[in-house]
């Protein structure tokens, strides 16, 4: 069989692209929700695939978490069915009219929201990413060229397979949703490059795969950096309440951008509460490197270096400072923070607004786990990624950030003079 390039699936995504843009939000709800269907009765078929990824990544030691972010159980799978039924319960992100105003010379404009076009998607290993991807760009009008890493290319070609499933039950093009299917690493490159077809490009995965697509892109790219992640403790707390969102944000899942990486603890509070903090962690198994201050309240951890501090784990393992109050903690966080997300504890109000303001990440919380990080639990059903970026779209990415605008201008022989 000879090998499809690019240039098979950026025709098939423009095509495609005409009919889905047109549609209305009832035909591509039905997509979404006939594609939650053929998952619920495919269950075991997507479990066998699964088992095969897992295996091969076995044999290839790969670590815990990265095989923990592979794996798919039922539990998981019901979750990606659910996020595609509330993905098809969102309001329609398309034609929205988000402003609307009147010239002096008679002229009415409006600006409409529109599909950004093709969109192409590179991921790693989770699976899940094929659905959620796919079913945030049917909703938004969007088609997409997914690219998938290699351990996970059984598991995301069937699930690919169930979302072309559904659009053509429900009418629309296969091919607004299709999957690279070779693991040469070559497609990667042509994807980039490929901006007669593809308007944006979405990375999903580690530190040297985002640079290698900054790097390289000839298309526009939302910036998704790495997870480094930071809670603050303040000296105002309620102990117990601190520490059960500690353990959350670090050991919920460890081997997600939305896990715990760094905790900063205010030296001023008292040292009891400390040493419970930390015994907390170690109990739970978390590996503990502390600075020279914690070091010397608990001898048994490891002394932490510079490197730390800057460090995505995806492990059982959390980096802790002491510092001096909420600026010195804001000052570390936007020091080494990849502008993911970060939590501050506390019962003080004044300090919480301090560290809302002026901490310079996308996603920043009072008294909340960073595991929140996610586009479901922020109600867009799912999300095609966290951009840390700061051009058009920042954040959990959903259904209403995929799109852009068009200006739509009625007159009444209006003429422009000289």
Request: proline share 2%.
């Amino acid at each position: 069989m000879k090998k499809k390039n690019i240039d098979h699936y950026g025709i098939n995504a423009k095509e495609a692209f005409r009919s889905l843009s047109l549609s209305d939000n009832k035909q591509r709800n039905n997509a979404l929700n006939e594609t939650a269907k053929l998952l619920k009765a495919n269950i075991n078929q997507i479990l066998e695939a699964n088992k095969i990824d897992i295996e091969n990544s076995q044999k290839k030691s790969m670590s815990n978490s990265f095989i923990d972010r592979l794996s798919l159980d039922k539990k998981r799978i019901y979750s990606i069915i659910d996020g595609l039924i509330d993905i098809s319960k969102l309001e329609d992100p398309l034609n929205k009219v988000l402003s609307r105003w009147d010239r002096p010379n008679g002229l009415n404009i409006s600006k409409i929201s529109v599909p950004l076009g093709v969109i192409g998607i590179i991921y790693e290993s989770r699976p899940n990413v094929t659905i959620d991807a796919g079913a945030l760009c049917i909703k938004s009008g969007n088609t997409c060229i997914l690219r998938g890493g290699s351990d996970s290319f059984h598991t995301s070609t069937l699930l690919t397979k169930f979302l072309q499933q559904g659009l053509k039950i429900a009418g629309l093009p296969e091919t607004c949703v299709q999957i690279i299917d070779t693991t040469d690493r070559k497609m990667v490159t042509e994807i980039l490059k490929a901006s007669k077809y593809i308007d944006i490009i979405v990375p999903r995965g580690g530190k040297s795969l985002v640079a290698k697509i900054q790097k390289e892109a000839k298309v526009p790219v939302f910036a998704h950096l790495e997870g480094i992640c930071h809670v603050y403790v303040d000296n105002e707390i309620n102990l117990d309440k601190s520490i059960d969102i500690i353990i959350n944000s670090k050991m919920r899942r460890t081997g997600i951008c939305g896990a715990a990486e760094t905790l900063l603890i205010d030296k001023n509070l008292d040292k009891e509460s400390i040493l419970k903090i930390i015994s907390q962690l170690q109990e739970v198994n978390c590996e503990i490197r502390g600075d020279k201050s914690l070091k010397d309240i608990v001898p048994d951890i490891t002394l932490a270096n510079e490197e730390d501090w800057s460090t995505e784990y995806l492990d059982a393992i959390l980096s802790v400072k002491l510092v001096d109050g909420v600026e010195k903690a804001v000052s570390h966080i936007n020091n080494y923070s990849s502008q993911h997300t970060e939590t501050i504890i506390t019962e003080n109000e004044e300090t919480a607004n301090y560290f809302l303001t002026n901490v310079d990440s996308a996603i920043v919380m009072k008294n909340a786990s960073t595991q929140f990080a996610d586009g479901g639990e922020f109600g867009m059903g799912a999300e095609i990624g966290i951009s840390t970026g700061r051009l058009h779209a920042r954040g959990p990415v959903g259904a209403n950030q995929l799109t852009s605008f068009k200006y739509i201008v009625n007159g009444d022989g209006q003429i422009r003079p000289n």
